[in-house]
């Protein structure tokens, strides 16, 4: 991803390039492929497969649902990588 995803854009509020914290407020401390689809456009299959590949900083509970720390997916948003 990268500073020039719209996720890492600034909000209306004028927040410095980059800041997370108007768009990830709305999202749970846990978040799911779902969540992860709406804020990047990517597909949940495909979240699910960066998941996977380990690629996102994801942990899968029961063998089947992934949930990814919102700081650790901010930071990967920002270039942090895994």
């Known amino acids: 991803m990268g500073r020039n995803h719209p996720v890492c854009q ?3 509020d ?3 390039p980059g800041s997370s914290v108007e768009i990830f407020s709305a999202y ?3 978040l799911t492929p779902a969540h992860i689809s ?3 456009g990517f597909t949940v299959e495909y979240v699910r497969k960066l998941c996977r590949e380990h690629k996102i900083p994801a942990v899968q509970v029961g063998g089947r ?3 990814v720390p919102k ?3 901010v930071e990967y ?3 942090g990588g895994a």
Request: proline content about 10%; glycine content about 14%.
């Open 28 to 30: 749970p401390d846990l």
């Open 38 to 40: 709406e804020l990047t």
């Open 77 to 79: 948003v920002m270039g």
């Open 10 to 12: 600034s909000g209306s």
């Open 71 to 73: 700081p650790r997916f």
């Open 14 to 16: 004028g927040a410095a």
């Open 65 to 67: 649902q992934w949930f």
